[in-house]
């Protein structure tokens, strides 16, 4: 029972420093909570804008795809006529 009474008496004369203590920490946590959220704020709005750039690239994209599939196919070319050439025959030599 002594140890008990012991650090009762001892929580009394040092409750102040411990308050203290708790008071740090709590002013600790909540600015480290702000500064987070913060953060993370920036960053989702770095990949909204990431996401709304992809989006915008894709559509894009589609349609370019859908212009090239519905072209009509280019008309085929006339064929060229031959021209037959005799063989060259020398004569007298």
């Known amino acids: 029972m002594d140890w008990f009474i012991s ?3 001892w929580f009394a004369d040092n409750m102040g420093t411990i308050g203290w203590v708790w008071l740090g920490i709590l002013i600790g ?3 480290g909570v702000v500064a987070s959220s913060f ?3 920036s960053k989702i ?3 909204e804008t990431e996401l709304y750039q992809s989006r915008a ?3 894009a994209l589609k349609e370019e795809i859908f ?3 519905n072209q009509s196919k280019p008309k085929p070319r006339k064929r060229r006529k031959k021209v037959v050439r005799a063989n060259k025959i020398d004569v007298g030599e």
């Open 57 to 59: 690239i894709r559509e």
């Open 39 to 41: 953060g993370a704020a």
């Open 45 to 47: 709005a770095d990949l």
């Open 7 to 9: 650090t009762m008496a």
């Open 29 to 31: 946590v909540v600015a």
């Open 67 to 69: 212009r090239l599939e």
